[in-house]
C-alpha cells in the first residue's frame, strides 16, 4: 500500500492576486517507509530546536520566510533547515517514496473551479499510473489519499473523487485509487508537511523562477526509466510560445 500525501501551493481561486500558477503536489509512501521518514524530520526538527520536545509544523512558506516559532532562526539556519529536508527527500530510494506534482498556469483557467479540479485529476490519475506500472512489474499495490484539510476545498476533493470513480478521469479510470480520501491537519502529520514542502518548491520554481528547492528533489519525480522525462510532474498551460520548463520543455516542438 502507498499513502499519497497532497497539499496545494498558491490559491485555486487567487488569479486576481498577482498569482499566475497553481499548484498541487505532494509525496506518495510506501507504508513501510513512513515512519522512517517522519522520524527523519523529527531529527532535523531536534537539530534546530533542542528545547521544544513537541513537533513543530514545518510550513515552507513559515520556514522561508522566517514567520511563527522558525523567526527564532537566521536566515542562514531557516536555509540550512530546508537544504536538510530537500536533502532527506532527494536521498530516498525508489520506489519507497515517489514525487508527483501539477502546476497549472492561469493561461488555462476558464473558471473557478477549474483549477482544482484540473491539477487534483492530472495527480491523481499519474499517481494510478505509477501504480499500474508497479503491477505490470509484478508488484502490485493500492494508493490511499491524504489530503492537507482546508475548509474552502475539501468538500470539492470529495466530489472529484466520486465523480473519477464513476465517470473515471479524461485519462482513464483510478482503479488502483483505494477508498474516498481521507483530509488530515498538516500539524498531525510529518508528511503532509512535507507534501507541503514538496508543492512549494515547484511553487516557487514556476511563480518565481527559483529552482533551488526543486533542482535537489527533481529525480524523485517518478518517471518510468532513469533516462526518461519526468511522468510524476506536469506543467498546464495554454500559450502561443512552447514552454521550456522541465517538465514540457522537452516537448517544445509540439507545445504544452
Known amino acids: 500500500m502507498y499513502v499519497i500525501y497532497l497539499d496545494e501551493s498558491?490559491?485555486?481561486?487567487?488569479?486576481?492576486?498577482?498569482?499566475?500558477?497553481?499548484?498541487?503536489?505532494g509525496i506518495a509512501v510506501h507504508e513501510g517507509h513512513i515512519w522512517h521518514l517522519g522520524n527523519i524530520l523529527d531529527d532535523i526538527q531536534a537539530e534546530f530546536f533542542l528545547d521544544i520536545?513537541?513537533?513543530?509544523?514545518?510550513?515552507?512558506?513559515?520556514?522561508?520566510?522566517?514567520?511563527?516559532?522558525?523567526?527564532?532562526?537566521t536566515e542562514i539556519e531557516r536555509q540550512r533547515m530546508l537544504d536538510a529536508i530537500y536533502d532527506a527527500v532527494s536521498q530516498t530510494c525508489y520506489p519507497n517514496a515517489v514525487l508527483f506534482a501539477?502546476?497549472?498556469?492561469?493561461?488555462?483557467?476558464?473558471?473557478?473551479?477549474?483549477?482544482?479540479?484540473?491539477?487534483?485529476?492530472?495527480v491523481v490519475q499519474r499517481v494510478n499510473t505509477f501504480l499500474v506500472r508497479l503491477h505490470n512489474q509484478s508488484?502490485?499495490?493500492?494508493?490511499?489519499?491524504?489530503?492537507?484539510?482546508?475548509?474552502s476545498t475539501e468538500a470539492r476533493y470529495r466530489t472529484l473523487i466520486s465523480d473519477f470513480r464513476i465517470h473515471g478521469t479524461r485519462y482513464g479510470y483510478i482503479g488502483n485509487i483505494v477508498d474516498i480520501p481521507y483530509f488530515s491537519q498538516s500539524s498531525e502529520t510529518r508528511l503532509l508537511q512535507l507534501a507541503d514542502l514538496i508543492a512549494y518548491a515547484v511553487f516557487r520554481?514556476?511563480?518565481?523562477?527559483?529552482?533551488?528547492?526543486?533542482?535537489?528533489i527533481m529525480p524523485r519525480f517518478?518517471?518510468?526509466?532513469?533516462?526518461?522525462?519526468?511522468?510524476?510532474?506536469?506543467?498546464?498551460?495554454?500559450?502561443?510560445?512552447?514552454?521550456?520548463?522541465?517538465?514540457?520543455?522537452?516537448?517544445?516542438?509540439?507545445?504544452c
Open 10 to 25: 498558491g490559491d485555486p481561486n487567487g488569479w486576481n492576486n498577482n498569482q499566475d500558477h497553481f499548484v498541487l503536489g
Open 53 to 73: 520536545p513537541v513537533p513543530l509544523k514545518f510550513h515552507a512558506v513559515d520556514i522561508h520566510n522566517g514567520r511563527e516559532r522558525f523567526r527564532s532562526l
Open 102 to 122: 501539477t502546476a497549472m498556469h492561469i493561461s488555462s483557467v476558464r473558471n473557478s473551479d477549474q483549477a482544482l479540479r484540473d491539477t487534483f485529476e492530472d
Open 139 to 151: 508488484n502490485p499495490q493500492k494508493g490511499l489519499l491524504i489530503i492537507d484539510r482546508s475548509q
Open 205 to 216: 520554481y514556476y511563480e518565481r523562477g527559483d529552482d533551488q528547492f526543486l533542482t535537489r
Open 222 to 255: 517518478d518517471r518510468r526509466n532513469p533516462n526518461h522525462p519526468p511522468d510524476g510532474l506536469k506543467h498546464i498551460i495554454r500559450t502561443s510560445e512552447a514552454c521550456r520548463c522541465v517538465a514540457c520543455g522537452w516537448l517544445a516542438s509540439l507545445g
